[in-house]
C-alpha cells in the first residue's frame, strides 16, 4: 500500500505564490505516474498536472500552464507544485495521486490525468486565494 501525504496549502492573496509537496512511500517501479488534482466546491475533481517517473515527462492543463510546475525530489520520495501567480480561481482542495503499476509511456498518465486511472491518494491540502 502506498502512502501519500500532502502538505504546503494555505491563504494567499491573488498573485501570490505556494508551494505544495506531496511525500511517498517508496513505490517499486522504474517507469509510473505520479499527478496533481484538485477540486473546487461543487466541481468535478480534475487532474492538472503530472510527471512520468522515468522519463520526467511532465504535462498541465491550460488553466495552470506557465504558472504551476511539477517537479519531484527522488531522494526524499516528494512531489512538489510550485504555483505562482495564483488567481481566486485556483481555490481548491488539492490531491496527489499515483497510478499503479509499470507505465511504459507518458501518454499513459492521461491526457488531462483521470481521477479513475488512479489508484493512491493523500487526503489533500486546501489552498485559498483572495482577491
Known amino acids: 500500500q502506498v502512502q501519500l501525504v500532502e502538505s504546503g496549502g494555505g491563504s494567499v492573496q491573488a498573485g501570490g505564490s505556494l508551494r505544495l509537496s506531496c511525500t511517498t512511500s517508496e513505490y517499486r517501479y522504474s517507469r509510473y505516474c505520479m499527478a496533481w488534482f484538485r477540486q473546487a466546491p461543487g466541481k468535478e475533481r480534475e487532474g492538472i498536472s503530472y510527471?512520468?517517473?522515468?522519463?520526467?515527462?511532465?504535462y498541465y492543463t491550460d488553466s495552470v500552464r506557465g504558472r504551476f510546475t511539477i517537479s519531484r525530489d527522488s531522494a526524499k520520495n516528494t512531489l512538489h507544485l510550485q504555483m505562482n501567480s495564483l488567481t481566486p480561481e485556483d481555490t481548491a482542495m488539492y490531491y496527489c495521486a499515483l497510478m499503479k503499476g509499470h507505465a511504459l509511456t507518458p501518454g499513459d498518465c492521461g491526457d488531462p490525468p483521470s481521477q479513475r486511472e488512479y489508484d493512491y491518494w493523500g487526503l489533500g491540502t486546501q489552498v485559498t486565494v483572495s482577491s
Open positions: 510527471i512520468h517517473i522515468g522519463t520526467s515527462t511532465k
